[in-house]
Structures are given as structure tokens and as C-alpha cells.
């Protein structure tokens, strides 16, 4: 098996208003492949998918009732810490929940943590040691 990610699929409880959210507090697009049914963002060589949440789970035969923290978060890296301290502000100014306010880590770095209307959580971080191309790709 190759090593990649194609596609991000988030599984969410209204559709049209988490589209919004993305579309409004990210200021991104939905790219031509979405339709009524599916969300899709294109990333940086990546898709982000938005789908319901029931549906999703019955996609995967599972039960779609999970709680709290979902073993997971998605991250956005930027090229400085004041670039951190932009978005977030951004965010802030659009009603985004802020989880936790930007600071230094532990690890070296500077983060902060928003959360979209159905509780995943984004990562918006400075990492020094990871450098990043014109696209937003990490180099290696």
C-alpha cells in the first residue's frame, strides 16, 4: 500500500450549515464535485469531505452516537507565529470557538485549537522544525 491520504471525510449533523461554516469562517470553496449529498474542499493535495454524520456511520456499519473527544485533530500549519495569532483572530471576529488560545508548546512550537460546529478540532500551528513549500506542502 502506498504511503498517502486522498480524502478527510467529516461527519457532520447538518450539511448545509457546516458547508457554511467552512465556506464563511475558513473563506474557502467547494470544489465542482460536491453535490447536495457531499462537501468537498480540495487542500493542498488533499480532499476535506463533508458528509452526514448519520449516513457516514452507516456507511461504515458502525453507530454514529459518539461523544467528547474523537481521538483526533486536523492541523493547519503556518509559516510564522503571526500568522497564528492572524487566523485566529480571524476566527475570532467570525464567532469561531476558540478552545485554546495561541501560546508556545511544550514541544518548540506555537499552537492554538478552534473548534468547527460539530467539535473537530483544528490545529492552527507554528511548527519551526517543519518547513513548508510555496503550496503548503511540509518539505522533507
Same mark, same amino acid.
Given at each position: 500500500? #502506498?504511503? @498517502? ?7 457532520? &449533523?447538518?450539511? =448545509? @450549515?457546516?458547508? #457554511?461554516? %467552512? =465556506?464563511?469562517? $475558513?473563506? /474557502? ?5 460536491? &453535490? =447536495?449529498?457531499?462537501?468537498? $474542499? ?8 463533508? %458528509? =452526514? ?11 454514529? &452516537?459518539?461523544?467528547? $473527544? ?5 492541523? %493547519? *500549519?503556518?509559516?510564522?507565529?503571526? #500568522?497564528?495569532? @492572524?487566523?485566529? !483572530? ?22 492554538? %485549537?478552534?473548534?468547527?460546529?460539530? *467539535?473537530?478540532? /483544528? ?5 519551526? $522544525?517543519? !518547513?513548508? *513549500?510555496?503550496?503548503? *506542502?511540509?518539505?522533507?
Amino acid at each position: 500500500m #502506498e504511503q @498517502r491520504l486522498t480524502i478527510i471525510t467529516l461527519g457532520v &449533523n447538518n450539511l =448545509e @450549515r457546516a458547508t #457554511e461554516f %467552512y =465556506e464563511t469562517k $475558513f473563506e /474557502w470553496s467547494k470544489s465542482g464535485s460536491s &453535490n =447536495e449529498f457531499i462537501s468537498f $474542499f480540495t487542500l493542498n493535495g488533499i480532499q476535506l469531505a463533508l %458528509y =452526514e454524520r448519520k449516513e457516514l456511520a452507516k456507511d461504515a456499519m458502525v453507530d454514529h &452516537n459518539g461523544s467528547g $473527544f474523537k481521538g483526533f485533530t486536523l492541523a %493547519y *500549519n503556518t509559516r510564522s507565529v503571526k #500568522e497564528v495569532d @492572524r487566523i485566529i !483572530e480571524n476566527l475570532k471576529r467570525k464567532g469561531v470557538v476558540i478552545v485554546k488560545e495561541p501560546q508556545k508548546t511544550s514541544w518548540g512550537g506555537y499552537s492554538s %485549537y478552534a473548534s468547527d460546529m460539530d *467539535n473537530n478540532l /483544528w490545529e492552527i500551528a507554528f511548527n519551526p $522544525f517543519l !518547513e513548508l *513549500n510555496s503550496d503548503g *506542502n511540509v518539505i522533507q
